[in-house]
């Protein structure tokens, strides 16, 4: 059962719009010349609208589920359906940001944005859509400046205004505050918490950092490694905004984070070893 | 001391840096666009200067003594105000036109492919790099045989010169560029004509560019030779007809107007080069 293309339709003009609500189908997985599988039977399931994080070590696989939430990558056995339908391939339905901001480097930040409408033949909802999306993220500004005259956190914001201007059911985060300072991260957790509430939309993140997890989410699933698998998951039952010296704050994540045990993994950047799909 | 005042928050600000600052260098532009340039040039009409005086003054080389500056220069000037220099140079230009049109309309397509798809590029490595080493004008008596044209001739040798340049520089440029692009763009919901119109094309066009401007080098080095072929026109038969006629000054100006051609097709290149080139110096 393949996805139709009228999915990439669905976010005409005054379509009602619906986020999604995922369900993953015992999903394993081994990458060629592999012999333990990657992920194995990986089973859950996210209400729409809710929020939720991935933590694990490296290689428990999460960033491999992540592409295949997706449609970047499909496993070898099991699947995922998003609102019932099984994904077979990308869409700007389900969207990824990545830890690189990966903006195209010609274009304005307007350009960046617009680029997925762009794409979709919706050249008449660039004007509508993009410079509010830029208001929403700060930057409407800066809207004809090129990308590369921009922070390392102004680009991630241009990359999420690039993600939400096709409207999507289901925003998917790749560690993408990872490489970013401090205080910009922190910042920038809660502009991306607010705007995915405000919106009703589905995120899944990946995430090293607990306290990212904890800031953000509604849910936290918890993955082992070798093979990779869903082990334990616990719900954060916080109001938004999140103060992230509360005391319930800093218990949620003192228990999440004596559930690591001693070795309790520091964040690692740049040194993220990418799925391997192909780029085609 | 005002730099040991410690404000409210028990901060305490750093006394300002004072940068030494040099009255603004007005030379620097002056000399770089103008002195030095004008250096070289002198240098080079100085050594020209001088070999023709030593061929004028020596009793064996007399009779070559119109290379010098002297004569070139005038028998230039003739050539400009009888517009006898127009009909060469157009020709010429039109030759390396069409070569170049050909090598960008095979080159392009041909390195985007090599640069993406790495069996590719192992599959034509031995074939490309053997065929790259052959001298163009080696093709020469095939390319007469092949064409039924001595300027279809002319351009096909032009276009095997200038074809390897620009094949090798976009497949360099496409693998450089961020699999990540092809991914969001992906993402986006790009199709393949999408993607390589708004990601691909955009990302190597200068490497396109810089490929071209080799090209435009080897294919106005290889055009004078291949001038020499049957062909009436040009600036390589012009050439060769003040040779037969032992008109030097001639020759001497064809020469020039050829480096001078030359100069400003690599300028041209340039230009696009930096017009195409989405790096920012920060």
Redesign the interface.
């Known amino acids: 059962m393949g996805i139709e293309r009228d999915s990439?339709k669905a976010i005409g003009e005054g379509t009602p719009f619906m986020p999604a609500f995922i369900s993953i189908d015992y999903i394993t997985h081994h990458y060629k010349g592999q012999s333990k599988p990657t992920l194995e039977a990986v089973e859950a399931t996210i209400e729409a609208g809710q929020t939720v994080a991935l933590i694990g070590r490296s290689g428990c696989g999460k960033s491999t589920l992540l592409h295949m939430l997706?449609g970047?990558l499909q496993p070898s056995e099991g699947c995922v359906r998003i609102n019932g339908r099984q994904i077979t391939r990308?869409?700007?339905k389900w969207?990824?940001m990545?830890q690189?901001p990966?903006l195209?480097?010609?274009m304005s930040v307007r350009e960046n944005t617009a680029?997925?409408l762009?794409?979709?033949g919706q050249k008449q909802l660039i004007a509508e859509r993009v410079d509010p999306l830029l208001e929403t993220v700060g930057l409407r500004e800066l809207a004809d400046t090129?990308v590369?005259?921009l922070s390392g956190g102004q680009q991630q914001r241009v990359a999420l205004a690039?993600s939400l201007a096709?409207q999507p059911e289901l925003l998917l985060l790749d560690e993408p505050f990872s490489a970013l300072d401090a205080f910009t991260r922190t910042a920038l957790q809660d502009q991306v918490t607010g705007i995915v509430k405000d919106k009703g939309l589905t995120m899944v993140m990946v995430t090293h950092d607990i306290e990212e997890a904890v800031a953000m989410a509604d849910r936290v699933l918890i993955m082992s490694a070798n093979p990779g698998r869903i082990e334990n998951e616990m719900s954060v039952d916080l109001t938004y905004p999140r103060n992230r010296s509360a005391p319930e704050f800093v218990a949620l994540r003192e228990q999440l984070m004596k559930h690591f045990g001693e070795t309790v993994e520091l964040p690692q950047r740049n040194s993220k070893t990418e799925p391997r799909?192909k780029?085609? | 001391m005002s730099t040991d005042t410690v404000n409210a928050a028990g901060i305490r600000p750093l006394p300002t840096a004072r940068r030494k600052s040099w009255p603004a260098g007005w030379m620097e532009p002056l000399r770089q666009g103008l002195i030095y340039p004008a250096l070289g040039i002198g240098g080079l009409l100085a050594v020209w200067w001088y070999g023709g005086w030593i061929i004028a003054n020596n009793d064996d080389l007399y009779a070559f003594a119109d290379f010098a500056p002297g004569p070139t220069f005038a028998a230039l000037y003739q050539m400009v105000a009888s517009g006898a220099v127009w009909d060469p140079i157009a020709s010429s230009l039109s030759r390396v036109g069409f070569g170049l049109l050909w090598a960008i309309l095979i080159g392009v397509p041909l390195g985007i492919g090599i640069g993406y798809w790495a069996v590719a590029r192992q599959i034509t490595h031995v074939p490309f790099q053997f065929l790259r080493m052959i001298s163009p004008l080696a093709w020469m008596p095939i390319a007469v045989l092949a064409f039924a044209t001595w300027d279809a001739a002319i351009i096909f040798l032009i276009a095997v010169a200038a074809v390897w340049p620009i094949t090798y520089a976009t497949a360099h440029g496409v693998q450089k560029i961020d699999p990540l692009w092809f991914k969001v763009a992906r993402n986006l919901g790009a199709d393949s004509p999408q993607m390589l119109r708004r990601i691909v094309l955009p990302a190597v066009s200068q490497d396109i560019f810089a490929g071209i401007r080799l090209a435009v080098g080897v294919a106005w080095i290889v055009l004078v030779p291949a001038e020499y072929l049957g062909v009436t026109s040009g600036l390589g038969y012009a050439i060769n007809d003040a040779r037969d006629t032992l008109e030097y000054d001639k020759l001497a100006a064809i020469v020039l107007v050829i480096g001078m051609i030359g100069y400003l097709l690599d300028a041209v290149c340039v230009k696009l080069i930096k017009r195409t080139s989405w790096r920012q110096a920060d």
């Open positions: 990439s997706a970047l990308p869409s700007p969207n990824m990545f690189k990966s195209y480097p010609w680029l997925g762009l794409f979709q090129n590369q005259r690039r096709t799909i780029a085609a």
